[in-house]
């Protein structure tokens, strides 16, 4: 075997992980609808709701009108919509509701996602090793350091909840999340769209299709059946002695035998 790495193909990569995906989002759901249980997201949304729906009532507007829409209202019914929400802005029960639902909706996202990167990407390749998830185990897939060593707990933390889990999934669902509830600005969709095209560059302009979360931790994608991987660095240190030792002896075997 070669001391180099030996790259995991490029299908067997994505096929681990649209597996790994699939299971992943399985956890995450799950883990969400629980907590959404949990903390009675669906009856907060509905009490929210319900007082939107009297102050619009009241005020005789639809608080589901668009900006192109509410530029074509007369004078007299965008001052009526304005005071609709003054008058929602101002209600006290409205307000706290809505901030507990900004707050409860990244919670929901966040911890599952959290829980189950710490399970799948986590725990799991500590106890498989060799940094293997479900999808790599059964796509013969391995992660390693560039030098063949193998990698450890720390580094697996870096790359699996710090690179994946963190920064490249909770950060932007939490920017989606924040759009979605009026908060968002031009500073955190230049953040959102930066995370996708520097992974996607990584990606296809590196030789062995490094992802974001494989530079922060210094690992690569390999090939288990035909990687060799070490233990440590004094056994990857030892073996290259010995190669070297078995090599100079080669050498100087026709010598010998010549004399």
Same mark, same amino acid.
């Given at each position: 075997?070669?001391?180099?790495?030996?790259?995991?193909?490029? @299908?067997?990569?994505?096929?681990?992980?649209?597996?790994?995906? %699939?299971?992943?989002?399985? +956890?995450?759901?799950?883990?969400?609808?629980?907590?959404? @249980?949990?903390?009675?997201?669906?009856?907060?949304?509905?009490?929210?709701?319900?007082?939107?729906?009297?102050?619009?009532?009241?005020?005789?507007?639809?608080?589901?009108?668009?900006?192109?829409?509410?530029?074509?209202?007369?004078?007299?019914?965008?001052?009526?919509?304005?005071?609709?929400?003054?008058?929602?802005?101002?209600?006290?029960e409205? +307000?706290?509701?809505?901030?507990?639902l900004?707050?409860?909706?990244i919670?929901?996202?966040?911890?599952?996602?959290?829980?189950?990167?710490?399970?799948?990407?986590?725990?799991?390749?500590?106890?498989?090793?060799?940094?293997?998830?479900?999808?790599?185990?059964?796509?013969?897939?391995?992660?390693?350091?560039?030098?063949?060593?193998?990698?450890?707990?720390? +580094?697996?933390?870096?790359?699996? %909840?710090?690179?994946?889990?963190?920064?490249?999934?909770?950060?932007?669902?939490?920017?989606?999340?924040?759009?979605?509830?009026?908060?968002?600005?031009?500073?955190?969709?230049?953040?959102?769209?930066?995370?996708?095209? +520097?992974?996607?560059?990584?990606?296809?302009?590196?030789?062995?299709?490094?992802v974001?979360?494989?530079?922060?931790?210094?690992?690569?994608?390999?090939?288990?059946?035909?990687?060799?991987?070490?233990?440590?660095?004094?056994?990857?240190?030892?073996?290259?002695?010995?190669?070297?030792?078995?090599?100079v002896?080669?050498?100087?075997?026709?010598?010998?035998?010549?004399?």
């Amino acid at each position: 075997m070669k001391v180099d790495v030996q790259k995991g193909s490029i @299908w067997k990569r994505i096929s681990a992980f649209l597996f790994d995906g %699939i299971m992943l989002s399985i +956890v995450i759901m799950g883990l969400a609808t629980l907590m959404s @249980w949990i903390l009675k997201y669906d009856d907060r949304m509905a009490a929210f709701n319900e007082i939107k729906e009297s102050v619009a009532a009241q005020y005789g507007i639809s608080f589901d009108t668009s900006q192109e829409e509410y530029q074509e209202f007369d004078a007299e019914k965008k001052a009526r919509f304005d005071e609709a929400y003054e008058a929602l802005n101002a209600n006290r029960e409205a +307000v706290k509701l809505y901030s507990q639902l900004n707050v409860f909706a990244i919670l929901i996202i966040s911890l599952p996602m959290f829980l189950a990167f710490l399970i799948l990407e986590f725990i799991i390749p500590l106890i498989f090793k060799d940094g293997r998830t479900l999808g790599k185990k059964i796509f013969g897939l391995c992660v390693i350091r560039p030098n063949c060593v193998k990698i450890s707990g720390p +580094v697996l933390f870096i790359r699996s %909840i710090i690179g994946k889990c963190v920064i490249e999934l909770q950060i932007p669902a939490t920017i989606v999340i924040m759009f979605l509830f009026g908060k968002g600005n031009i500073f955190l969709a230049i953040l959102f769209f930066a995370i996708l095209l +520097v992974n996607l560059i990584l990606f296809f302009a590196t030789k062995k299709h490094t992802v974001l979360h494989d530079l922060l931790s210094v690992t690569v994608v390999a090939d288990y059946a035909s990687q060799r991987i070490f233990e440590t660095e004094d056994e990857l240190i030892e073996f290259k002695k010995k190669q070297h030792e078995e090599e100079v002896q080669r050498l100087r075997e026709p010598e010998y035998s010549h004399i």
